[in-house]
C-alpha cells in the first residue's frame, strides 16, 4: 500500500510539473509570437489602413497586393476587420486585395473542400467579400441533409457550417437563395429561424414573390419565419394572403406571426381582419399582437373598439390596447384623457393614464 | 479488549481508505469535467472567425432582453454599474433596476444621474410579489431603456420577480449590481437562444473575479490577480469549478447552476414555473433545478446552456469573515435545493438531471466538507492508536490533495492555452502558487463552514442576511474592498 502511494505520489507530482511547466512555456511563447506578430504587422498595418482612408486606385492598393506573404499573414485578420466597418471605394478596394492575393478563388475552393471548419471559413468570407459567385456552392451547403443530424446535446459541426452559409447568403442577397433558405426550416433539425428571416429580409423585395409562395409550405415554422420576412420587407400584395392566414392558418404561432405581419404591412384592407382576431376568442397571446397591430396601422375607425379593448380584464389586452391608442396621434389621446380621468381602481383608467405618461414624456401630446 | 482494539484499527482503516477512494473519486469526475470542457474550448475557439456576432447585433429579428439589476444599498456603485449594462453591445434591450428599499442614496443616486421621474404604471402579476411596489421612474426624455421600479424590502428573489413583471421583453437576464458584463456578454450568452431557438430555455455565463483588476467607466480594462491569497485562490478556484466545471457541465447537458450574477432565460418559462422561489437562499441554482425538473415532467425538448465567454466580473471577498459566510449560504442553498428535490434525485423521469448532475452533487458537493472533515479528524486518530503509520499517513494525505492540485493545474493550463487573460507573467506564477495554496488552510477552512451551512439548512435556522462588502467600480485604480453594513435581506454571493 505503502509503495503504491509511493508511486501514486511520483506520477502526480510528474505531471503536475510537466503541467506548470507547459504553462510557463506556453505563456513565453505566446509572448514571443505577440510581439513577433506585432513587429512583422507595424509596416504592411500602415499601409493597410492608408489604403483604407484611401480609396480605389490609390497608390497603396498596388502596395498591399504585393506586399509579401508573411506580411499579409500578419495583416489579413486586420484586413477582414476593416472589411466590416468600412463602405464604398475603400471597401472595394479592400475587397480587390483579397482577389488579387488569391484569398478569393482560394476561398471558393475552400468552400468545396469537404472539412466543415474549412468550408465556414471560407463561406464566412465570402459573405463578407459579397461574391455573389459562391451562391451556388453556399446554397448546396444550405441544403445539406446532413446538417439535420445532431450528437445529443450539440449541435453538429455541419449545422453550424449551415448557419455560416445562411448568413453568407443573406450578405450576397441574391434572390435565388429563397428556395434553399427556406427549405433549411424543415427536416428533422431545422436552421435558426431568425437568422433564416434575417437573411430572407436581406434578400430584398425581389424576393417577395417567391417567399408568397412559400407561404403554402406545410410546416408551421416555415410559414412563421415568412410571414416575418414579408412583414419586415414591407410587401407590397401580401396583405390578402398574410390576412387569410391569420383567418384560416391552423397553427396559433402562424396565426399570431400573421396579426404582427399584418401591421407591418400597414394597410387600411388589414383592419378589419386584424380586428376580427382583436375580439375573437383565440389566445391572448394572438389577441394581444393583434391590438398592438391596429396600432400599428394609423387608422381612425380603430379608436372605438380599442377604447374597447382597453377595459379587458386581461392585462396583456388592455395594456396593448392603450399603447395603440397612444400610437393613433391626438385622437387616440383624447380618448385616452376621457379613460384616464375616470376615478378610482378603474383598470382602463389605470392602463390611460399610463399610456398618456408615457406619450407625456416622448413628446407624443 | 484486544479485539474490540481490533475492530477500532480495522475501522480506521477501512474508513481511511474509503476516504481515499472517496478524494480519487471526486478529483476524477472534476478531471472528466475538465477534459469535457477542454473539448468545448476547443470547439469554441476554432469557430470563433465565424461566430457571428455582428450580424447578431446587426439583426433585428434578435430578440430583445431585459437586463434585471436587484439593488439593495448599492449606492458607490449603481450609477456606474447601470452605465455599463445600457452600453452593453445588444439590438434591443432595457435595464430594470429594482431598488428593493435601500435604505442608503441608490435610488437619489439614480435619479440625479439619469433624470429621473416617477410615472404611472399598471403592474402585470405575472410572478407573486410580496413587496409592496412603491414606484416606478424613468428618464424625463422618455426615450431611454432605463426602468428603476421602488419596492419594500422582500429579499433578492422577491426583487427579481418584480422586474420579470415588469420585463417587456422575451428574454430576461438577471445581473447583480455589484457585477461587471463585459461589452459582448450579453450579445454572447443570447447566442444560443439565436442557434438554437426552439430548444435553448436559459444559459449562463461565466464569472470570474474582479478583484485586481483595472475598472474604469464601468469596464474591466485589466486583468490582474488580485494582492491578497485568499482572493487568488479563489480566483483559481473559480476557474475549476465554475469556468471549467460548469462548462463541462452544460457539455454534458446537467447544467445545474447559471449563477445569479449572470444569467438569461426565456421569460415566459420564468411566468410558466412561477418567477424565483423565495424560500431558497440559493435562488439562482433553485431556479435552473426547477425549470429542469418542470421541463422534463412535460418531457420538452429544451437545452439549458453555458457560455465561457466573453464574461461577467463580480467581487470576491477579501476576508475570511466573509468568506466563510458566504460559503455557509452557498452550501446552506445547496442543501435546501437538493432537500426541495429529492425526489429528482436517482430518478430516471429526470434523464441525466436525476440520474448524473443531482447525484453528483450530493455525493461530490453536498457530502465533500463532511469526508474532508471525517479524513481529517481521522488520520490523527488512527496515528495515535497506531492504526496507520506516519509513513502512509503523510502519503495518504499527499495523494489525496496531489490529484486535487493536478486537476488545479490542467485547469490553469486551460485557460493559459485558451482564454489566457492574465498576461502578466507574475500573475500566472501567482496562479500557479494559489493552487498549492489552497490545499494548505483554504479547503479545510470552506469545508467547515460548507459543513456548518449544511448544519444550518438542516436544522431549519432562519438565514442570516446581512453584511455587504462592496466598492464603486468606477474607479482607475485596482478594484479593493470597503466594508459597510446592511440590514436588508439581501446576500453576499
Redesign the interface.
Known amino acids: 500500500m505503502i509503495q503504491l502511494a509511493s508511486v501514486t505520489i511520483g506520477v502526480l507530482l510528474g505531471i503536475s510539473t510537466a503541467a506548470a511547466l507547459l504553462i510557463a512555456v506556453l505563456r513565453a511563447a505566446r509572448g514571443l509570437r505577440q510581439r513577433r506578430r506585432a513587429e512583422r504587422a507595424a509596416a504592411p498595418r500602415r499601409a493597410l489602413l492608408a489604403l483604407a482612408a484611401g480609396g480605389e486606385g490609390a497608390p497603396e492598393l498596388e502596395a498591399v497586393a504585393g506586399m509579401p506573404d508573411d506580411a499579409w499573414r500578419a495583416v489579413e485578420p486586420t484586413a477582414l476587420d476593416l472589411l466590416a466597418k468600412v463602405r464604398g471605394e475603400a471597401r472595394e478596394s479592400l475587397a480587390e486585395v483579397f482577389a488579387r492575393r488569391g484569398v478569393v478563388a482560394r476561398a471558393l475552393r475552400d468552400l468545396r473542400d469537404g472539412r466543415p471548419i474549412t468550408q465556414a471559413r471560407a463561406a464566412e468570407l465570402l459573405g463578407r467579400l459579397g461574391r455573389r459567385e459562391a451562391v451556388p456552392a453556399l446554397c448546396s451547403l444550405v441544403a445539406d441533409p446532413r446538417a439535420h443530424s445532431r450528437r445529443g446535446t450539440v449541435t453538429g459541426v455541419r449545422a453550424e457550417l449551415r448557419v455560416v452559409a445562411i448568413r453568407a447568403l443573406g450578405r450576397l442577397g441574391d434572390p435565388s437563395a429563397v428556395a434553399p433558405l427556406v427549405s433549411s426550416l424543415g427536416g428533422a433539425d431545422p436552421a435558426p429561424s431568425q437568422l433564416v428571416a434575417h437573411a430572407l429580409i436581406q434578400l430584398g423585395p425581389d424576393a417577395a414573390p417567391a417567399l408568397m409562395t412559400a407561404l403554402n409550405a406545410p410546416q408551421p415554422l416555415v410559414r412563421m419565419t415568412v410571414l416575418d420576412a414579408l412583414g419586415r420587407l414591407g410587401a407590397a400584395g401580401a396583405e390578402q394572403r398574410v390576412a387569410a392566414l391569420l383567418h384560416d392558418d391552423p397553427s396559433p404561432s402562424v396565426r399570431e406571426t400573421a396579426a404582427t405581419a399584418l401591421g407591418r404591412l400597414g394597410t387600411g384592407s388589414a383592419l378589419r381582419p386584424l380586428l376580427d382576431a382583436a375580439n375573437s376568442d383565440e389566445s391572448l397571446a394572438l389577441r394581444a399582437s393583434a391590438v398592438r397591430a391596429l396600432g400599428q396601422l394609423g387608422a381612425r375607425e380603430a379608436i372605438a373598439p380599442l377604447t374597447a379593448l382597453i377595459a379587458s380584464p386581461h392585462y396583456r389586452i388592455a395594456h396593448e390596447a392603450a399603447g395603440a391608442l397612444r400610437r393613433l396621434g391626438s385622437a387616440g389621446h383624447a380618448t385616452l384623457r376621457e379613460l384616464a380621468g375616470r376615478s378610482g381602481t378603474d383598470g382602463a383608467g389605470a392602463h390611460a393614464r399610463e399610456a398618456l405618461g408615457m406619450a407625456e414624456l416622448t413628446g407624443q401630446r | 479488549m484486544t479485539s474490540l482494539a481490533g475492530v477500532l484499527h480495522t475501522l480506521l482503516r477501512s474508513a481511511d481508505t474509503a476516504v481515499l477512494v472517496y478524494f480519487f473519486l471526486i478529483n476524477t469526475s472534476y478531471l472528466i469535467l475538465v477534459v469535457l470542457a477542454a473539448t468545448e474550448f476547443v470547439r469554441h475557439r476554432?469557430?470563433i472567425?465565424?461566430d457571428?456576432a455582428?450580424?447578431a447585433y446587426r439583426?433585428?429579428?434578435?430578440?430583445p432582453a431585459s437586463v434585471l439589476v436587484p439593488a439593495y444599498n448599492e449606492g458607490p456603485g449603481v450609477v456606474a454599474a447601470v452605465h455599463a449594462m445600457l452600453n452593453l453591445w445588444y439590438p434591443t434591450l432595457e435595464v430594470v433596476v429594482v431598488d428593493d428599499g435601500s435604505t442608503d442614496d441608490t435610488f437619489e443616486r439614480l435619479r440625479a444621474e439619469f433624470d429621473l421621474?416617477e410615472?404611472?404604471?399598471?403592474l402585470?402579476?405575472d410572478v407573486p410579489v410580496t413587496g409592496r411596489v412603491r414606484s416606478v421612474h424613468?428618464p424625463?426624455?422618455?426615450?431611454g431603456a432605463l426602468v428603476v421600479v421602488r419596492k419594500d424590502n422582500g429579499g433578492k428573489a422577491d426583487a427579481l420577480n418584480a422586474g420579470i413583471n415588469l420585463a417587456r421583453y422575451p428574454l430576461i437576464t438577471m445581473v447583480d449590481a455589484d457585477s461587471i458584463l463585459d461589452p459582448r456578454a450579453l450579445l454572447s450568452v443570447a447566442k444560443p437562444f439565436?442557434?438554437?431557438?426552439?430548444r435553448v430555455v436559459a444559459s449562463g455565463g461565466v464569472v470570474r473575479v474582479a478583484n485586481g483588476c483595472t475598472i474604469l467607466g464601468g469596464r474591466v480594462v485589466e486583468v490582474r490577480m488580485p494582492r491578497r491569497w485568499l482572493e487568488r485562490i479563489q480566483v483559481v478556484e473559480y476557474l475549476r469549478s465554475f469556468l471549467l466545471g460548469r462548462t463541462g457541465w452544460s457539455?454534458?447537458?446537467g447544467l445545474l447552476i447559471i449563477s445569479g450574477a449572470f444569467g438569461l432565460f426565456r421569460r415566459d418559462l420564468l411566468v410558466e414555473v412561477g418567477g424565483m422561489a423565495e424560500d431558497c437562499i440559493g435562488e439562482d441554482a433553485e431556479l435552473v433545478v426547477r425549470l429542469h425538473r418542470h421541463l422534463r415532467a412535460q418531457r420538452r425538448d429544451y437545452?439549458i446552456v453555458f457560455v465561457a465567454e466573453p464574461v461577467c466580473w463580480s467581487e470576491v471577498p477579501a476576508t475570511a469573515r466573509v468568506l466563510g459566510r458566504q460559503r455557509r449560504r452557498w452550501h446552506r442553498g445547496l442543501t435546501e435545493i437538493l432537500r426541495k428535490h429529492r425526489g429528482m434525485i436517482g430518478n430516471p423521469r429526470y434523464g441525466r438531471i436525476g440520474l448524473l448532475a443531482l447525484p453528483h452533487f450530493l455525493l461530490f458537493e453536498f457530502l465533500a466538507p463532511v469526508v474532508e472533515i471525517l479524513g481529517l479528524l481521522i488520520v490523527p486518530v488512527a496515528l495515535t492508536v497506531e492504526s496507520v503509520d506516519l509513513?502512509?499517513a503523510w502519503?495518504?494525505i499527499?495523494?489525496a490533495y496531489?490529484?486535487g492540485?493536478?486537476v488545479t493545474?490542467?485547469a490553469?493550463?486551460l485557460e493559459?492555452?485558451v482564454f489566457?487573460r492574465y498576461n502578466r507573467?507574475r500573475d500566472?506564477v501567482s496562479a500557479?502558487i494559489a493552487a498549492l495554496l489552497e490545499n494548505l488552510g483554504y479547503r479545510q477552512l470552506t469545508a467547515v463552514w460548507r459543513l456548518q451551512g449544511a448544519w444550518a439548512a438542516l436544522r431549519g435556522h432562519r438565514p442570516v442576511w446581512g453584511v455587504m462588502t462592496r466598492q464603486g467600480f468606477d474607479s482607475r485604480s485596482p478594484v479593493a474592498h470597503s466594508q459597510r453594513s446592511s440590514g436588508g435581506r439581501h446576500r453576499v454571493r
Request: charged share 25%; net charge positive; glycine share 8%.
Open positions: 476554432r469557430r472567425p465565424f457571428g455582428e450580424e439583426n433585428p429579428l434578435t430578440p421621474v410615472v404611472p404604471r399598471v402585470p402579476t424613468v424625463r426624455s422618455g426615450t439565436a442557434d438554437d431557438p426552439l457539455r454534458l447537458g437545452r509513513e502512509f502519503r495518504f499527499l495523494v496531489g490529484y492540485t493536478l493545474l490542467i490553469l493550463l493559459e492555452s489566457h507573467p500566472v500557479l
